[in-house]
């Protein structure tokens, strides 16, 4: 009700502090941001530990803004949302991800990009026509891309989300199920979620080697969601010993500060010598 309260007097309100300020000029200028193309997207590798190669990267959005410079997610998405600037923005973070792949088959680069989706955006009921329309228009197969969905995006909007994704898995996109683990690890729904990957939220894996309860819940995850012929994707990975922990529990694929952090496009064929060189 605060929240409520407050954006809808926000104008009126004496009280105004910085944050409210800086979120009102936000919101203003999401519309000239989308229009002169001013969101980029950073790209993340995950590594598949059997072949100890790069098999994709997610793509994190960020804000190159002309007088503030670089401005990270955390800060513009959930305004976004309460805005209804996310579905614009989602739509230009999907057709940046369609025009890298194909700039990447172009050199040679075969590789898969992972989008993170709001909930908001999965409710729409073109969310589906509008991905595989952006796929179509770049020439990019549909496998390359995947789709970073969390518990809560899917189920609030059961039918709808639900329907979304089982289109654009049969069509054959990738969706995973981000963050799980965070808040609450809903096993309950595992079994019948459109997801054929699962990512162990950062906050678990940071507490491997500080809390045993936190180490069984990792490991009790990897097993089931084998057992459920999930892929299991570890994110926030950041020392060798957390790698270690992770490999012994089966864990597939593995993304963090250990091997990278989130870089802009032109350093990813770079960072690929790289790694196979080593
Ligand atoms: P997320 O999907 O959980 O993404 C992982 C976040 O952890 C990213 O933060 C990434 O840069 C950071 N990270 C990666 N490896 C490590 C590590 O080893 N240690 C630590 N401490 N952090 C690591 P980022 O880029 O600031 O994004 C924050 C969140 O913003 C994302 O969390 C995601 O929920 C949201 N987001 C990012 N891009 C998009 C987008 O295009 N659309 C939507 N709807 N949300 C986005
Ligand atoms: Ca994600
Ligand atoms: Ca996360
Ligand atoms: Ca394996």
């Known amino acids: 009700a605060k929240r409520a309260g407050r954006g809808r007097y926000r104008f009126f309100d004496p009280s105004l502090n910085v944050a409210d300020v800086q979120e009102f000029y936000l919101e203003q200028a999401f519309g000239e941001a989308l229009a ?74 075969d590789t898969r990009v992972a989008v993170n989706v709001s909930a908001i955006q999965l409710s729409q009921p073109h969310f589906s026509s509008m991905v595989l329309r952006q796929l179509a228009e770049t020439g990019v197969e549909t496998w390359r891309l995947e789709l970073e969905i969390t518990e809560t995006a899917i189920l609030e909007k059961e039918s709808m989300a639900i329907a979304s994704l089982e289109t654009l898995r049969a069509a054959g996109l990738g969706v995973s199920l981000d963050d799980f683990g965070s808040g609450y690890a809903g096993f309950a729904h595992l079994q019948s979620l459109p997801v054929n990957k699962l990512k162990i939220d950062r906050g678990l894996i940071a507490q491997l080697s500080n809390s045993h309860d936190d180490s069984l819940i990792v490991s009790f995850t990897i097993t089931l969601a084998k057992r459920l012929s999930l892929r299991v994707v570890a994110e926030g990975v950041e020392t060798a010993e957390q790698l270690v922990y992770l490999r012994l529990a089966g864990c597939d694929l593995v993304q963090g500060y250990h091997f990278s952090r989130p870089m802009p496009a032109e350093q990813v064929a770079e960072f690929e010598r790289g790694f196979h060189a080593t």
Not at 38 to 46: A, E, N, T
């Open 36 to 109: 002169k193309h001013q969101f980029v997207l950073h790209y993340q590798p995950q590594i598949d530990l059997d072949s100890m190669s790069v098999t994709g990267y997610e793509a994190l959005v960020r804000w190159k803004h002309p007088d503030f410079g670089l401005i990270y997610p955390d800060r513009f998405i959930s305004i976004a949302e309460r805005s209804g600037f996310i579905i614009g923005l989602g739509e230009e973070v999907i057709a940046l991800a369609c025009r890298q792949l194909a700039a990447w088959g172009d050199e040679g680069l």
